[in-house]
């Protein structure tokens, strides 16, 4: 926009930014519908004026000059009004004539979007395309072998479980003390991981949950959803759809007293509770919810004010040592059932997840334990948090199955993987390789909005606005005028439809493997990987 | 019968007690065959494949009793020719890859029976094992395939099977619960099932049950009997044959398939998910809200973003840099529409003197802040406007006086200022004014080359006419003052800047100010010297030496501590007079023969004129009005810290003539404001953000503008709706309009059903009226 004039530190071209907006006068209707529908404003009307020169042949007239107007799209430079890429431009262009393009280069934007001193935040996800997960194949294909299974034919038992399960010692004393028996849930093993109500819309909170009791009462599918830190709609707690549902608390404890007040009238148990202790997109920081967002139903959910800030500290205010920490808060939830529901804490992928493994690996009451690695999703975090804290998934739930191994406990605490899971549609894939390396189930959340809503979203620095409540699909915004966008049913539908489609491209996988009655949770000996790096770091064959 | 056993030839598949292996006992019945026998007795010990490939014998009828234990694959790749009779029990697979034999297995079967059977009949006297009747074909070539059973199947029974009828007759079953087995139909594409008897359930994705009809019962009751004579069994004809004790199991097709009917979402929504949550679903309790599915592009309330017509809701730049608020673009305006009267008349609203600051005198400020200058177009000409306006006419009628009486002290561009606006609201002001005419410093100091004299006399005169009391050669003294502020109810002191600061040199005494000199200038009286130094090169300096240069002086210097601060036509005009500009330069002294500067140089002078700052007179002032550095010290309505006396121009501070000029029109608001008991506001609105002018509607390539008709065409009308029609025109929804408002004008309003909030109008507005506003919230 800077045809003239000075230049300041932040003036920036169409060149500098990460997206450029290409345009065809030709094709364009001047409709106004990309302008409407941009949800940051990067585009608007302009009015050109374009100069022709008109020499005489043989020059023996005076040339002519000449002046027309018209116009077009235009992309705006100002730093705030940067495209995102979203790509909404293109999708309701009727004549295909506007569509965002990523810079060949590193853009400059990066540098200028620190205004007033407040460093870069975004929502969605580390903008790193790769990852060890789809690198790994499955070498073991057994055709004479093995059983040959038929992933179409055979009949496969996929789910998991979740909870504590004894040793076939304890278990014998149990029985003969009749002692307390951990509770124990037979699930299916991909999660729809923990985002809240409030970090996304009515409409699509309601549409992951209704295809969820879709799946379990129409397809006998146990499938179970965590609901993120934002407490959990009043009516859910009171219907049976509850025992589909895993808790969170975290650090915020909101909706809590809510979820208390509805105990005496529950019809049935929570999935289990999970103690939210970090996040793979943001280890160690914590979240807020702008006072803005906290508009009637969010505070009617969370049981606060509308209005006011709502922040979730990096840390639970009342811990003071792991022991203790994990101690105390696995006792008072599994209390508030009567110790008949699983509670596990997710931790994000760390350095010093075996400390807190081996930790609860002495914690009879440790459900669980789940781990959301670096790759994992947010809301909104610091720039700095996404793209360089964190821990791969990979190789945390290696160690961590590897150390149980040791213990001889692999099969008594599960452990659970998140981060990235499917982050190139690969979802099924990436699942069973990290239910092969150890994990018993794993949890989604970016897949789930991609597949579920049509998120568009990407690793290639695409939209990730859900941090300003404009989501272009209705996702992540509390604004009607953007979630009504989204049909709760349309939803439902797609959560069906890539549920039942994950679960053929497991059995694809499993069949081969020769297994066909229990996942293969830790079988490593049918994964392999051409780096040898990675072979040797996790553990499995190196193929080349 | 006998007479054909005699004829059969008889073939060992075991001797000396020991079993031949299958492919001794293959060769042995295909050199038979080959041998023109048609009838082979085999006595087997588990050999394979008994009785399949038996292609030599051509057309002819191949019979092939098998006594003893058959081994896997009975009969496999069968041809039509064959009939095989198996009189015990048999292995897997018989039939397996029956193409065409008729294959009899007296008693049980075990696993795999009849798989990738394309044509020929297998019957079975007994049960079999799983996975029965799987990947059987229908080569539309052949007759289908046909499997008879008589008991049960095993599990996985009919597995892909894609073609051909099986028949489960349920007598003696294994399982007398259920006589299909586990799982049966699994990926079934195609063929039947007749059965009898209790099942636990087949693949209902796959298969589905149908009517038996009545050409269907005719073909079973038939074949039935037919099946039984070849078991041996004819004597269960009569249990088996029972019509109503049977079903028929058939391979939906692709298309039922493709749209088996699971229940819908929307189904699913209403059944179950709000039946058991309740109205309204998940949250339906806590919000009423419509959730409702909306389009991406929406209208009415649903938009995001609304257009506003914010037609004169922001200033123009021109305006809002002119410190008197001359809405100059509202003069163009006018003129464009050929009200040209209008338009040079309603400078008078602002200034006594249009023709002679704006048109002469004034750097003019609304020109420097043009927005067609800051895109590379010259600004609009206001001088040439400034110029016409010297036949402005005040209002005909001035308001009846009934506010406050108010004593303005100085006659000078701000006092007029103040009283000028005063009268015009209906107070009264009185003018006092030493000198013995009106005008102060454009009158006394400002060099007549800068302005003719009849201009600013003629504006004088104006003034006048609309002033009556005015006071002049008046030497006001300190109870003057005290007389005044009893006498009126507030007391203006607009005395301007006489004194001219001094110089802390030796030989300060040899100085002359710049102002005292352009006074007598002014009046014949002023003489210079060969060779003339100003020291201070302001605009006042400047002038100084174009007077001087016009008074014979023909070597000037001006010089200054730092870069000069003067500008404009002082600055050129002193440059054309031929003045050098010298610095940075320090005096030392003033001596007899010129300027000695701290670095020893003498700059020869005859005449040394100072003009580094003026300041006002104070002596006479009371002591509640205080003083900040030199100067009257004022609030920002221009009060002094005496409440009834206000201080303007250059009693304040150094400023532009138009500053003063404003400085008077504030206070007479502010008084006004007073008198009437509210808080005086300013008339000022927010300046409108220039980005939002559409400047490239003109032509760059015009480099001046010939008369105020060709100025008022290029005014972009920065702020105020030109009526140009182009939101109308680019609106892709046809959802602007104009509406007339007859007296009061006209204006653009938008059908909200239309709009789709695309900010189109907003972006081809040449003038920045369109503002595109967050829509109201929804109700939550």
Redesign the interface.
């Known amino acids: 926009?800077l045809?003239?004039?000075s230049i300041a530190p932040s003036s920036l071209g169409p060149k500098d930014l990460p997206w450029q907006i290409r345009w065809s006068q030709q094709k364009c209707?001047?409709?106004?519908?990309c302008?409407?529908?941009c949800p940051v404003h990067a585009i608007?009307?302009?009015?050109?004026?374009q100069r022709s020169v008109k020499p005489h042949l043989g020059l023996q007239q005076p040339p002519g000059?000449d002046?027309r107007?018209y116009?077009g799209i235009?992309q705006k430079t100002d730093p705030a009004y940067a495209c995102i890429g979203c790509g909404?431009c293109s999708?309701?262009c009727p004549n295909e004539a506007i569509m965002p393009y990523h810079n060949d280069e590193p853009d400059k934007l990066r540098f200028h979007m620190d205004r007033g001193g407040q460093p870069m935040r975004r929502g969605g996800r580390r903008n790193d395309p790769g990852g060890v997960l789809d690198q790994i194949k499955f070498t073991r294909i057994s055709m004479l072998t093995d059983p040959a299974l038929d992933a179409?034919?055979h009949?496969f038992e996929l789910s998991t479980l979740l909870g504590r399960i004894l040793s076939p010692e304890e278990q014998l004393t149990t029985y003969r003390e009749q002692g307390w028996e951990p509770p124990v849930r037979e699930i299916y093993p991909l999660i729809i991981g923990s985002m809240s109500f409030g970090a996304l819309s009515?409409?699509m909170?309601?549409g992951l949950?209704?295809?969820v009791?879709?799946l379990n009462?129409?397809?006998g599918m146990p499938v179970r959803m965590a609901t993120g830190e934002g407490g959990c709609?009043?009516?859910?707690l009171r219907?049976?759809?509850l025992k589909y549902v895993i808790l969170q608390i975290a650090s915020g404890y909101f909706g809590w007293d809510q979820i208390i007040h509805a105990l005496p009238e529950m019809k049935e148990d929570p999935c289990a509770v999970e103690i939210k202790y970090g996040q793979g997109a943001k280890p160690g920081d914590g979240g807020l919810l702008m006072w803005y967002k906290v508009?009637?139903?969010i505070s009617?959910?969370r049981g606060v004010p509308m209005g006011v800030n709502l922040p979730s500290p990096p840390t639970h205010q009342t811990k003071y040592s792991i022991e203790e920490a994990v101690a105390k808060m696995i006792q008072s939830m599994s209390m508030a059932w009567g110790f008949r529901v699983p509670v596990y804490p997710k931790i994000s992928g760390t350095s010093t997840a075996l400390a807190v493994l081996n930790n609860l690996s002495r914690n009879p009451y440790a459900g669980a334990m789940a781990i959301d690695g670096e790759d994992g999703g947010t809301g909104a975090a610091y720039n700095v948090s996404m793209d360089h804290m964190g821990h791969s998934i990979a190789s945390n739930i290696r160690d961590c199955y590897l150390n149980l191994v040791k213990l001889g406990q692999q099969n008594e605490i599960p452990l659970f993987a998140g981060g990235g899971v499917g982050k190139r549609g690969n979802l099924a894939a990436n699942a069973a390789a990290l239910i092969m390396l150890g994990a018993s189930g794993v949890q989604s959340g970016k897949y789930v909005m991609q597949a579920g809503a049509g998120c568009v979203g990407s690793e290639a620095g695409r939209c990730n606005i859900c941090n300003i409540g404009r989501c272009p699909k209705g996702i992540t915004s509390q604004?009607?005028?953007?979630?009504?966008?989204?049909?709760?049913?349309?939803v439902?539908?797609r959560v069906?439809d890539f549920y039942l489609s994950f679960d053929t491209e497991l059995r694809k996988i499993m069949a081969p493997l020769g297994r066909s009655t229990s996942l293969p949770i830790g079988m490593s000996d049918a994964l392999g990987v051409s780096d040898a790096e990675i072979a040797e770091r996790l553990s499995i064959k190196h193929v080349v | 019968m006998s007479q054909e056993q005699e004829r059969a030839i008889q073939i060992h598949g075991v001797e000396d007690g020991h079993r031949l292996e299958s492919r001794v006992l293959e060769e042995r019945m295909q050199r038979a065959i080959a041998d023109g026998h048609t009838r082979l007795r085999v006595e087997t010990m588990g050999q394979h494949g008994i009785g399949g490939r038996l292609w030599r014998a051509g057309n002819q009828e191949v019979e092939v009793t098998v006594q003893g234990p058959s081994g896997q694959r009975l009969g496999s790749m069968g041809f039509p020719n064959t009939l095989i009779v198996a009189l015990e029990h048999a292995s897997d697979d018989v039939g397996w890859l029956n193409a065409g034999a008729d294959i009899t297995v007296r008693g049980h079967a075990s696993n795999g029976v009849a798989n990738a059977m394309a044509q020929g009949r297998v019957s079975i006297g007994g049960n079999i094992g799983s996975r029965g009747m799987t990947m059987t074909k229908h080569n539309p070539r052949f007759d289908p395939p046909e499997l008879w059973v008589l008991g049960s199947v095993g599990d996985y029974f009919a597995e892909f099977m894609a073609g051909g009828v099986a028949v489960i007759c349920g007598h003696k079953p294994q399982n007398p619960e259920n006589i299909l087995g586990y799982r049966p139909c699994v990926g079934m594409v195609g063929g039947r099932i007749f059965f009898r008897g209790p099942h636990k359930g087949y693949s209902q994705v796959d298969a589905e049950l149908v009517p038996i009809s009545d050409e269907d019962w005719q073909w079973l009751r038939d074949d039935l009997a037919a099946f039984l004579e070849r078991i041996g069994r004819t004597e269960l004809l009569e249990t088996l044959a029972d019509r109503e004790s049977w079903q028929l199991l058939q391979a939906r097709s692709p298309f039922e398939k493709a749209s088996r009917s699971k229940q819908s979402i929307q189904a699913f929504r209403e059944n179950i998910w709000d039946r058991e949550l309740g109205r309204g679903g998940l949250i339906g309790d806590l919000s009423q809200a419509d959730r409702s599915p909306v389009p991406v592009i929406t209208t009415g309330e649903l938009r995001r973003f609304v257009p506003v017509w914010a037609n004169r809701k922001y200033a123009a730049p021109c305006e809002a840099s002119c410190p008197t608020g001359m809405p100059v673009q509202e003069r163009w305006r006018l003129i464009r529409e050929g009200r040209v009267d209008e338009g040079v008349d309603l400078a008078l609203a602002y200034t006594p003197f249009p023709a002679s600051i704006c048109g002469y005198l004034c750097p003019n400020l609304c020109m420097q802040g043009c927005t067609r200058g800051q895109n590379g177009l010259i600004p609009v000409d206001v001088p040439q406007l400034g110029k016409r306006s010297l036949k402005a006419k005040p209002p005909a009628e001035l308001p009846e006086i009934t506010g406050a009486s108010v004593a303005v002290i100085g006659g000078g561009p701000a006092g007029l200022s103040a009283a000028w606006q005063l009268r015009q609201r209906g107070h009264n002001a009185v003018v006092f004014d030493r000198a013995d005419r009106l005008g102060g410093k454009m009158s006394q100091a400002v060099p007549s080359s800068r302005i003719p004299e009849e201009v600013l006399q003629s504006e004088l005169e104006r003034i006048r006419n609309v002033l009556p009391h005015v006071h002049l050669q008046q030497e006001l003294g300190p109870e003057d003052i005290q007389q005044l502020k009893q006498d009126y109810d507030y007391v203006v002191l607009a005395v301007g800047a006489q004194q001219g600061k001094k110089l802390p040199v030796p030989g300060s005494e040899r100085l002359l100010p710049a102002l005292e000199f352009l006074r007598h200038s002014r009046k014949g009286r002023a003489e210079v010297g060969r060779r003339v130094v100003i020291i201070g090169a302001g605009n006042v300096g400047c002038d100084a030496a174009t007077e001087a240069k016009r008074l014979g002086a023909e070597e000037i210097t001006l010089v200054d501590i730092q870069e000069p601060a003067s500008f404009g036509k002082e600055r050129r005009e002193a440059e054309e007079a031929g003045a050098v500009f010298r610095w940075p330069v320090f005096t030392q002294e003033v001596c007899e023969d010129g300027v000695l500067l701290t670095s020893g140089e003498l700059i020869p002078a005859d005449t040394v004129l100072v003009s580094v700052g003026d300041q006002p007179e104070t002596g006479y002032l009371p002591g509640s009005v205080e003083l900040e550095g030199g100067f009257v010290r004022v609030d920002e309505q221009y009060r002094t810290s005496d409440p009834a006396i206000f201080a303007v121009g250059d009693a304040v501070g150094p400023g532009l003539l138009t500053d003063a000029v404003g400085a008077g029109r504030h206070v007479a608001r502010a008084i006004e404001g007073l008198q009437q008991g509210r808080d005086p506001e300013g008339d000022r609105r927010p300046m409108i953000d220039t980005s939002r002018i559409r400047t490239e509607y003109f032509d760059p390539r015009i480099q001046s503008l010939d008369g105020i008709d060709d100025c008022s065409k290029q005014c972009a009308s920065c702020g105020v709706c030109r009526d140009c029609g182009v939101c109308a025109a680019i609106c892709p929804q046809a959802a602007i309009f104009r509406v007339d408002l007859g007296a009061d004008g006209f204006e653009m309003r938008v059908d909200p059903e239309l709009c789709i909030g695309c900010g189109f109008c907003a972006g081809a507005c040449p003038c920045g009226i369109w503002e595109m506003v967050e829509n109201d919230p929804l109700p939550e």
């Open positions: 926009m045809s003239n004039g209707t001047l409709c106004g519908r302008t409407a529908v608007d009307l302009g009015v050109f004026r000059t002046y107007i116009y235009r909404m999708q309701v179409g034919r009949e009515p409409n909170w309601e949950m209704m295809g009791a879709y009462e129409e397809m709609p009043p009516r859910l219907s049976r759809f508009n009637k139903l009617a959910i604004d009607p005028r953007l979630y009504r966008r989204l049909d709760p049913e349309r439902a539908e069906v």
